[in-house]
């Protein structure tokens, strides 16, 4: 995978960085992946791999482009990029870990917060000491985001926040909260501010955890929020930046979107790995069923979408380091940031789909006996973690919606 294939976005140090995040999850991650698997048949995620996530934040593999005076290590994002991929390779659900949290609560928490804010919030999270959550969703927004119904109501110098969110990603577990709610409901999507809010505050509660298909051992939750009561410097950015939370969502999204196609990549890099192995070794008709043109193809197919996706994830994350350094418009990520999140997790499912064909029946079992590279997952597994990549962040249907609207922008064409 290096020989400079990914020139000019992947430098050698860079995949000297690949080398060593590599080794570290093979050796320290995925032992425990099959031990948090079982733990967690029933996808509540009540198990959370708490030891991963400090050794992870240890490390300094969360939000690794935040600076050091943040905590971070003042890295590209283009190297956080490459972890994500790296521990999506070994494990969806530990991939969570170093994708969720680092790009949509350290990142706009850089982006949006005040001085006094980043000072106090992102060094706990870069490190691993808390685990922060994105609350946008409510039971009746989804893909519509503008018709939250969650209000955050002035009353004198404070905020009375009402409200309930849906399908929170480590919602239940988290110490600091990004909450979306409306402050100008009649202003529609130009109504929305962002709060930071702390898990000790009164009136949070996590009503329902979820029972999920994949990423079993990360809880994903509700989150009721009942008369909360915050002063505005718990808006994200302060005072000023009152009904400006769109623009919050917009942005982490571009951000957040580099980092599922990231872990998108990584799955389909692990479903092609145990695939070619698997055909290599399986004989059938006197013969390893790598030598027969109907796996040949499979595989074939598979390796060129992972290229495909894996430059347009590279070119995307190496347009956001641009526009994290102001070199250019940050809307200029948008569009390659949705075509990446959206080619490279429907590479993933199509990856992990024939890798189950070309392993057979053993593709369809759980038992890691069956794939040839333990260090990685089954493909089953990646199977199910996988799924959900093509729908958080915004589905895929949403990212072609914003794909054709880019690019009738930039053809001067206007859809209504
Ligand atoms: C495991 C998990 C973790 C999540 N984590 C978080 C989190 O941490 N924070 C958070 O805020 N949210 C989170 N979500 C929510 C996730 O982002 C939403 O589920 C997603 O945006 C889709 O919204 P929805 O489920 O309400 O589906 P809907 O919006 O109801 O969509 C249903 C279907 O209709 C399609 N559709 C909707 N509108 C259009 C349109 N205009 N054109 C074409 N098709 C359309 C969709 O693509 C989809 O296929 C999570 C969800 C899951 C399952």
């Known amino acids: 995978m290096s020989m400079g294939l990914y020139a000019p976005y992947i430098t050698p140090e860079m995949e000297e960085h690949r080398k060593k995040v590599r080794e570290f999850a093979e050796k320290e991650l995925a032992p425990l992946r099959q031990e948090y698997e079982e733990k967690n048949l029933d996808g509540l995620g009540k198990e959370f791999p708490w030891d991963l996530y400090k050794k992870i934040g240890e490390r300094g593999y969360l939000a690794e482009h935040i600076p050091k005076e943040y905590g971070g290590k003042g890295e590209s994002f283009l190297k956080e990029i490459i972890t994500i991929e790296e521990v999506a390779r070994v494990c969806g659900t530990f991939s969570v870990i ?232 940050r809307r200029k990520v948008t569009l390659p940031a949705s075509m990446a999140k959206c080619y490279a997790t429907e590479t993933a499912t199509f990856a992990a789909h024939r890798a189950i064909q070309i392993f057979g029946g053993r593709g369809y079992m759980m038992d890691p006996e069956y794939v040839p590279i333990k260090e990685l997952p089954t493909p089953e597994k990646i199977y199910r973690d996988c799924r959900i990549f093509e729908i958080y962040e915004g589905t895929n249907e949403i990212q072609r919606y914003v794909i054709s609207r880019e690019i009738s922008r930039l053809y001067g064409i206007k859809i209504k």
């Open 98 to 329: 170093v994708d969720y949290t680092p790009t949509l609560v350290c990142n706009p928490i850089f982006t949006f917060g005040t001085e006094e804010q980043k000072k106090k919030y992102l060094p706990p999270l870069v490190k691993g000491e808390k685990v922060g959550s994105y609350a946008l969703t409510e039971p009746n927004a989804g893909s519509d985001v503008a018709s939250i119904e969650t209000k955050a109501e002035k009353k004198g110098d404070k905020y009375i926040i009402n409200g309930y969110k849906k399908f929170i990603m480590l919602g239940n577990i988290a110490d600091i909260f990004l909450v979306f709610a409306k402050t100008k409901p009649e202003a529609g999507a130009r109504g929305i501010t962002v709060f930071i809010l702390e898990r000790d505050m009164e009136g949070i509660s996590f009503p329902k955890q979820e029972k999920k298909l994949g990423l079993r051992a990360a809880p994903t939750s509700e989150i009721k929020l009942e008369n909360v009561e915050v002063t505005e410097d718990q808006i994200l950015g302060g005072p000023e930046q009152e009904n400006r939370g769109i623009y919050v969502a917009l942005d982490a999204l571009d951000h957040g979107r580099c980092g599922v196609a990231a872990q998108g990549l990584g799955a389909a890099q692990a479903a092609f790995e145990q695939a070619l192995k698997f055909a290599s070794e399986r004989v059938q008709f006197g013969t390893p069923i790598i030598s027969f043109q109907a796996i040949q193809w499979m595989l074939a197919d598979m390796a060129m979408r992972i290229d495909a996706a894996r430059l347009l994830t590279y070119r995307a994350a190496y347009l956001r380091d641009l526009a994290i350094k102001g070199q250019i418009e």
